[in-house]
């Protein structure tokens, strides 16, 4: 596609649920990035991906949360046991290479009740 | 680690003002400079980068310059207008990869 895809926009879970978020990055990115925006904050970085390995996973608050990215394109970010501390908008981008622009997807609104 | 230290806000200008955010960053190396920024209901997109010493990023009547002695990233533009409402981000990228953000300032321009 044209630029970060990210699905879903929108997603509403119960404290204690799996969810999965997803991006498509820009085709022929190699470097595709997850971050967590809290409302009136900035995007905290989560994980960067370099082709198919996680170059850097220090921002991952804990073990609940994990990245996948098996083929080098779309990511996967999973998140077990939700709980009411991880309601943010988990934004992804993906950048041609080292210290280039990202391109930021719209972002996944996740609100756990 | 790397970070980035922005200007807090809210920022409210009249259209016309002058405006800067302060923007200072602590890296190991020497990291590429990034302002984004996030206008009501966007994601975030790039505003202007520099990477480095002594370069100067611009583009939308929006300056930047590369301080290295300073370790500074100043956002200034000489003339804002309404449609500049938004929030700023100030970010950093080094050699491994991963981009860091600051908190963002918010700028609320009024007619």
């Known amino acids: 596609g044209a630029g970060v895809s990210q699905t879903p926009s929108n997603k509403v879970t119960e404290k204690g649920k799996y969810v999965e978020l997803r991006c498509d990055p820009i085709s022929g990115h190699t470097a595709l990035y997850w971050y967590r925006q809290s409302l009136g904050q900035g995007p905290e970085f989560l994980i960067y991906?370099?082709?198919?390995?996680?170059?850097?996973d220090s921002g991952l608050p804990n073990d609940r949360f994990f990245a996948v990215r098996p083929e080098g394109s779309v990511s996967t970010l999973k998140i077990q046991r939700t709980e009411r501390g991880d309601s943010a908008v988990y934004l992804c981008?993906?950048?041609?290479?080292?210290?280039?622009?990202?391109?930021f997807g719209q972002g996944t609104r996740l609100t756990v009740v | 680690g790397d970070s980035v230290t922005q200007m807090e806000g809210p920022v409210t200008l009249s259209e016309e003002a002058f405006l800067t955010i302060n923007c200072t960053y602590t890296?190991?190396?020497?990291?590429?400079l990034f302002w984004y920024v996030q206008y009501p209901g966007e994601g975030l997109q790039l505003l202007l980068k520099a990477t480095k010493a002594d370069d100067k990023g611009s583009n939308k009547g929006f300056e930047a310059t590369y301080r290295k002695e300073t370790t500074s990233f100043h956002l200034e533009k000489g003339s804002v207008q309404v449609s500049d409402s938004a929030v700023y981000f100030c970010?950093?990228?080094?050699?491994?990869?991963?981009?860091?953000f600051g908190a963002g300032t918010r700028l609320t321009v009024k007619p």
């Open positions: 991906f370099q082709g198919t390995g996680a170059a850097d």
């Open positions: 981008a993906s950048s041609p290479g080292h210290n280039t622009e990202a391109f």
């Open positions: 890296a190991t190396g020497y990291p590429s």
């Open positions: 970010a950093l990228s080094e050699g491994d990869g991963d981009m860091r």
